[in-house]
């Protein structure tokens, strides 16, 4: 195949990902991922802010990496500063898939601390990858800050992601089973729970935490 010949089917799979198909613009994510060229980085990226179909951002996602991190990594953290939520949270969660260790002074508090929740808790899982050795610590201890927040689904991604930091989150979050809020002590005595039986499912860790708590609160009363 020639050079012209490549350039037109990437101009025709650059255009197919704003077709009103989801199932096409599936393929042509999938087109320009499996020939990669860095000249597409930007209409990928372009296009991970707007795509309402999970499984097409999926796929946009996976045409990011198979591009060279040292063109995708800087256009993508840009995104971190776009006012849209879905462009913070796909640019982190591609960060994550690329997991280039360079990005990660661009996961900041601010962003580990979003107001908008799938935009935390791509930063969580983000941060979770692209944490430097040494420095796990130091981001439980933001990530405990959050303790409490969400319904089901946010606490678990929290929980989740302080379980993969290690033993290191076990003085922080053992702190936090004392919080004068409620909800802080629930959440972090079902990620304890969690910890120690990691199948035993995130309701059933609520469930004993709630009975823990309940226990305690009796005591004190006594």
Known sequence: MTTQEQDKNMMQALRGL?????????R????VG??????SVAKLIERCAIEPEFYVREMLTWAL???????TVPKVIDELHS???QARSQALHTLSKIGDRQAWPA???ALLTDTDDTVAQSAWRAAVVLVPEGGQSELAAVLATQLGRGGRETQLSL???LIALGEVIMPIVH???TDRDPGVRRHALATQQLWLDPEAGFQLAVEQAKRVAALGAAGKEG
């Open 83 to 85: 006012e849209q939520a």
């Open 18 to 26: 704003e077709h009103r198909d989801p199932s096409v613009r599936l």
């Open 28 to 31: 042509a994510a999938l087109a």
């Open 107 to 109: 996961i900041t508090q």
């Open 34 to 39: 499996t020939t990669p060229d860095p000249g």
């Open 65 to 71: 990496t198979r591009q060279p991190p040292s063109i």
């Open 159 to 161: 929980s989740r992601a």
């Open 175 to 177: 702190a936090a089973t």
